[in-house]
């Protein structure tokens, strides 16, 4: 038998970003203590670097495992997540597994646990994401990760289902007249099978998931379309989904109708497995004739969904797996699973590390500016009283004296600008209020609200996608209007500025106002995930009041967290305008204090003179290192962030997580 080696894999990619994402945020710990010691940074330049390590820190890579029963789903997740235990931990027999969304990532201040939240909670107004914050609403299963067998016993309980009415059933969402093949089995008269639990977190120590990734593995197509949170919320929050198919049958009608309803029109990056192919081996066909079906089944797969034939991946899941547990390099080659696991790591991860390429960038850009302008401030007032003092050499205590009554008159005239910076204060804040206004939770819950009245108004419903794509265009043009009121407070800061500097010799400047594009990014997100499921296919369900009240939840909770973090960056932006006032206010009158303070030591005594010269050309040599110390900490973090994690991995990955190719 062959044996195997370690190999990069999806695993060890995974395990260099989270290393790669490790030391950005040590780096910027770095940057900002730095920054704090030697008062570079003020309140809003720790904010934005305080948010770039709270990125790093928290940023998860969500790939979802969608499949219809019985497709090998929670094999393959074992195979390519779980092989390094020994055994399978999610449950895997034939039939139906999985019954309810399971959630697998890691929470270090949790302990590992199995948080299971009744299925009863559906006939309820409130959401998953409601419910999440609520502990006493889920049953917990504490977990034993040190023993295998113990842990794959206590997740079995995912298959848990219990007996209901027909009624019930049809209340819970499982059960349609219309569409009786797609019904739960009955079990007895009158009653059947459904699913005990509505949803699974499972709080796991696995290597992968400490470093960020989050699985979400999902049943089939009568259990997505029960649950709106998972269609409208889950889903199209994953970063990709992997859509698993069996090879022996293709796409199935209710394949296509996974792939059509909830997958086919989403933003993500989509994989299509065509699972089990060692059920095509057949003694009496050729290898050559098996691939051919093979690769017919994957030119068909391709043609059928309407994806490049390129994203679709045969393999076996089952040997897979065993070829990991067993050490088996034949074996793990058969099941060619390495090659799906190559197209998620080079497909996939540079798109995370793109973002974040992005963000560091960003950060950078505007710590930098900031800094520059705080230094050069400084500096240039430095270099003012130098040249002040240096005109006083080989002159008279009387002109010193004449020099003290000038800093006193500049000081009380510089004093004036209080007021004029209170007026500027005033009308700032009155704008920054009317911008934020329409970005706020009390003008969505309006919106919503009308586009709610709207679409009650009509039967059915049926004029809910109607409302829908018009209260989208109204919070386009909220979000436009927010852009163009911040471009009329940048112009009237510029201007005050402009007028500022020239008279009392501050050194104020504007940053790049927030684009909100990322405001765009995520209402288009919100749009293409929920308008699907408003047209005439999905009638009878927009006629249940309990779907559209989940639906306004879970819509007005997705608008609430985009438009949050639109004001956030506005008001970042104004606190960085805001606070580089009060600290160029607070620089000029320490600056004032200093003058005179070395004027009265020069009058006191004739040698102070060029001592506080010197000492002035000391505090600017002390200026020019700590900006030339900051541009090169922020070039090393940009230089790091266009890294690929290779030398940042700090806690090496289990060996046996990799995959491995043979040696003799």
Not at 32 to 46: I, K, N, P, T
Not at 366 to 383: F, G, H, K
Not at 476 to 499: N, V
Not at 548 to 554: P, V
Request: glycine share 6%; with cysteine.
């Amino acid at each position: 038998m062959d044996t195997l080696v370690p190999q990069p894999t999806l695993a060890g990619q995974l395990d260099a970003l989270a290393g790669w994402r490790r030391a950005l945020e040590r780096q910027s710990a770095d940057l900002l203590r730095f920054m704090q010691e030697h008062d570079v940074a003020d309140e809003a330049c720790e904010r934005q670097i305080e948010a770039l390590r709270e990125r790093l820190d928290t940023d998860r890579l969500c790939v979802a495992f969608v499949a219809e029963f019985s497709r090998g789903k929670s094999e393959l997740i074992n195979a390519i997540f779980f092989a390094d235990t020994g055994r399978r931990i999610l449950p895997a027999t034939p039939g139906r597994t999985t019954m309810c969304p399971v959630e697998l990532g890691h929470d270090p201040a949790t302990p590992p646990v199995l948080a299971l939240l009744p299925i009863d909670t559906r006939l309820e107004a409130q959401s998953l994401n409601d419910l999440r914050g609520k502990a006493d609403a889920w049953t917990r299963i504490r977990l034993d990760p040190s023993s295998p067998d113990r842990l794959a016993d206590a997740l079995t309980e995912v298959m848990r289902t219990k007996a209901v009415t027909v009624d019930v059933a049809r209340s819970l969402g499982f059960w349609d007249d219309k569409q009786p093949e797609d019904n739960p089995p009955q079990i007895a008269e009158g009653l059947v099978e459904v699913p005990a639990w509505r949803h699974a977190a499972i709080n796991y120590p696995h290597p992968l998931l400490k470093r960020g990734l989050v699985i979400l593995d999902t049943p089939g197509l009568n259990a997505i379309g029960a649950e709106p949170e998972l269609t409208l919320s889950l889903l199209p929050a994953a970063h990709a989904v992997v859509f698993i198919l069996g090879a022996d049958t293709g796409v199935t009608k209710s394949d296509l109708a996974v792939w059509r309803d909830h997958l086919g029109g989403q933003s993500m990056v989509r994989f299509v497995v065509l699972n089990k192919i060692d059920t095509l081996a057949d003694p009496l066909l050729t290898a050559e004739t098996i691939e051919a079906q093979i690769q017919q089944q994957v030119q068909s797969t391709a043609t059928t969904l309407e994806i490049e034939p390129a994203r679709v991946f045969p393999l076996s899941a089952r040997l897979g797996l065993a070829g990991r547990i067993e050490g088996d390099a034949s074996q793990l080659t058969a099941s060619r699973l390495p090659e799906l696991e190559d197209a998620l790591a080079t497909q996939l991860l540079p798109r995370r590390r793109e973002v974040i390429q992005a963000l560091v960038s960003d950060t950078a850009q505007a710590v930098e500016q900031q800094a520059t302008r705080r230094l050069s401030d400084q500096r240039r007032q430095i270099a003012e009283q130098m040249l002040e003092l240096r005109g006083l050499r080989g002159k008279s205590s009387g002109k010193v004296s004449l020099m003290l009554e000038r800093v006193d008159a500049e000081s009380r005239e510089f004093e004036r600008c209080t007021e004029r910076l209170m007026a500027l204060r005033a009308v700032h804040t009155k704008m920054l209020r009317d911008q934020l206004l329409g970005l706020a939770s009390d003008a969505l819950r309006d919106e919503v609200a009308q586009m709610q009245d709207e679409a009650s108004a009509t039967l059915f419903n049926l004029g809910a996608r109607k409302a829908f794509l018009a209260l989208c265009n109204r919070l386009r043009i909220r979000i436009t209007k927010a852009r163009e009121r911040g471009q009329e407070i940048h112009d009237m800061l510029q201007a005050s500025f402009r007028q500022l500097n020239a008279d009392y010799g501050f050194a104020l400047s504007l940053s790049r106002l927030p684009s909100l594009e990322r405001t765009d990014r995520e209402l288009d997100l919100i749009e293409r995930s929920y308008v699907q499921y408003l047209g005439l296919s999905h009638a009878l369900r927009l006629a249940e009041p309990r779907f559209m009240e989940q639906f306004r939840r879970m819509l007005l909770s997705k608008l609430r967290m985009a438009f949050e973090n639109a004001s956030g960056d506005i008001e970042l932006w104004h606190k960085s305008a805001s606070n580089q006032v009060d600290s160029q206010l607070r620089e000029r009158r320490r600056a004032f204090k200093r003058r005179r303070e070395g004027l009265e030591r020069i009058q006191g005594a004739a040698g102070e003179l060029d001592s506080r010269i010197a000492d002035l050309e000391g505090q600017d040599q002390r200026l020019q290192q700590l900006a030339a110390r900051v541009r090169e900490q922020l070039a090393e973090l940009r230089q790091a962030a266009q890294g690929d994690g290779s030398d940042a991995v700090d806690i090496p990955i289990p060996a046996h997580l990799g995959s491995r190719s043979a040696t003799g």
